[in-house]
């Protein structure tokens, strides 16, 4: 009877155990680790301003494409990156008055071309990862990044390569009264939703991939050109529309500066009851215990809770 007892009280006590302490609920710890970047994100502005007999019209299309390099330093529910990255685009950006191309002191407002550029990047991203399996870990990610531009450069219409805060004569890339453009005026955020996934290769060694879409604010050049766009036209409210994002994959190889607590927990199930001993000699009743483990298959080997007076 004593024995029927303490199963049903470690029975309760695991039901309890299994909703009060989940397998996955993780803890916290400290790591760090370096990999590669490849994603891109796409532009598709338009913009109207004017009134009718007189309405301006202009479209920003931009396809870019880049890669580089980063590290990370994590802190269990939190990301921090600082990243290094290239990228070439292509673009079309055609600008017309009634239906007309727009020329601005002799100048085409209407670009095409190629372009390159360099960025350094600081990423901020909450996560909170699930453990599925011994090596396996699942986690959602949401947050922000500030792009540093450190290089900006395009082609003007006669081929040849210009710096974007230098540009030569005959090409249109100022903001008001032709004041160029600082390279701060690239800077900008981004704000990251995405997932990733890690295998541990050992107790502290781990890969990890990340799959992120990004959607990207406008720039202080985008603003600057808005501002040349509302006094050509004398309208100080122009329509806006569209959307600049894109998708980016990180592979990193990180390490844990102390193992995680929770990875004594074995499996990811609920909690159960395991009886062990035998009903034979003296002594093996002697030995008789439930122990209470945190594996739904009864094959952890460091119990939670030992009961040896349920004999």
Same mark, same amino acid.
């Given at each position: 009877?004593?024995?029927?007892?303490?199963?049903?009280?470690?029975?309760?006590?695991?039901?309890?155990?299994?909703?009060?302490?989940?397998?996955?609920?993780?803890?916290?710890?400290?790591?760090?680790?370096?990999?590669?970047?490849?994603?891109?994100?796409?532009?598709?502005?338009?913009?109207?301003?004017?009134?009718?007999?007189?309405?301006?019209?202009? &479209?920003?299309?931009?396809?870019?494409?880049?890669?580089?390099?980063?590290?990370?330093? &994590?802190?269990?529910?939190?990301?921090?990156?600082?990243?290094?990255?290239?990228?070439?685009?292509?673009?079309?950006?055609?600008?017309?008055?009634?239906?007309?191309?727009?020329?601005?002191?002799?100048?085409?407002?209407?670009?095409?071309?190629?372009?390159?550029?360099?960025?350094?990047?600081?990423?901020?991203?909450?996560?909170?990862?699930?453990?599925?399996?011994?090596?396996?870990?699942?986690?959602?990610?949401?947050?922000? &990044?500030?792009?540093?531009?450190?290089?900006?450069?395009?082609?003007?219409?006669?081929?040849?390569?210009?710096?974007?805060?230098?540009?030569?004569?005959?090409?249109?890339?100022?903001?008001?009264? &032709?004041?160029?453009?600082?390279?701060?005026?690239?800077?900008?955020?981004?704000?990251?939703?995405?997932?990733?996934?890690?295998?541990?290769?050992?107790?502290?060694?781990?890969?990890?991939?990340?799959?992120?879409?990004?959607?990207?604010?406008?720039?202080?050049?985008?603003?600057?050109?808005?501002?040349?766009?509302?006094?050509?036209?004398?309208?100080?409210?122009?329509?806006?529309?569209?959307?600049?994002?894109?998708?980016?994959?990180?592979?990193?190889?990180?390490?844990?500066?102390?193992?995680?607590?929770?990875?004594?927990?074995?499996?990811?199930?609920?909690?159960?009851?395991?009886?062990?001993?035998?009903?034979?000699?003296?002594?093996?009743?002697?030995?008789?215990?439930?122990?209470?483990?945190?594996?739904?298959?009864?094959?952890?080997?460091?119990?939670?809770?030992?009961?040896?007076?349920?004999?």
């Amino acid at each position: 009877m004593k024995k029927r007892v303490c199963a049903a009280v470690l029975f309760l006590a695991g039901t309890a155990a299994a909703f009060a302490a989940p397998a996955w609920r993780p803890e916290f710890g400290l790591s760090a680790g370096a990999g590669g970047i490849l994603g891109g994100h796409f532009t598709r502005y338009n913009i109207q301003a004017g009134e009718e007999g007189e309405r301006f019209s202009a &479209d920003q299309h931009v396809n870019q494409f880049e890669g580089g390099l980063f590290v990370f330093f &994590d802190a269990t529910f939190a990301t921090l990156a600082i990243t290094f990255k290239s990228g070439a685009n292509n673009f079309n950006e055609p600008a017309h008055l009634n239906g007309v191309p727009v020329d601005l002191d002799g100048r085409p407002m209407s670009r095409s071309g190629q372009g390159w550029e360099t960025t350094m990047g600081i990423s901020l991203l909450g996560r909170f990862p699930f453990r599925l399996t011994e090596r396996f870990t699942v986690f959602p990610l949401l947050g922000m &990044d500030y792009h540093i531009s450190l290089m900006q450069r395009r082609t003007a219409p006669d081929g040849s390569t210009y710096d974007r805060t230098n540009p030569p004569d005959g090409v249109f890339d100022h903001g008001m009264n &032709d004041q160029t453009f600082a390279l701060s005026d690239w800077n900008v955020f981004f704000v990251r939703l995405g997932g990733g996934v890690e295998f541990d290769l050992t107790e502290r060694l781990f890969l990890r991939g990340d799959l992120l879409y990004g959607i990207r604010l406008m720039t202080g050049q985008e603003r600057k050109s808005l501002e040349v766009i509302e006094a050509i036209t004398n309208d100080s409210s122009p329509s806006l529309g569209g959307l600049s994002s894109g998708p980016s994959v990180r592979l990193s190889v990180g390490w844990r500066f102390s193992p995680e607590n929770d990875k004594d927990v074995c499996g990811t199930g609920g909690y159960q009851v395991g009886y062990f001993g035998g009903i034979g000699s003296k002594k093996k009743k002697e030995l008789d215990k439930f122990l209470l483990y945190g594996d739904t298959g009864g094959n952890c080997t460091s119990p939670h809770l030992s009961l040896a007076a349920c004999r």
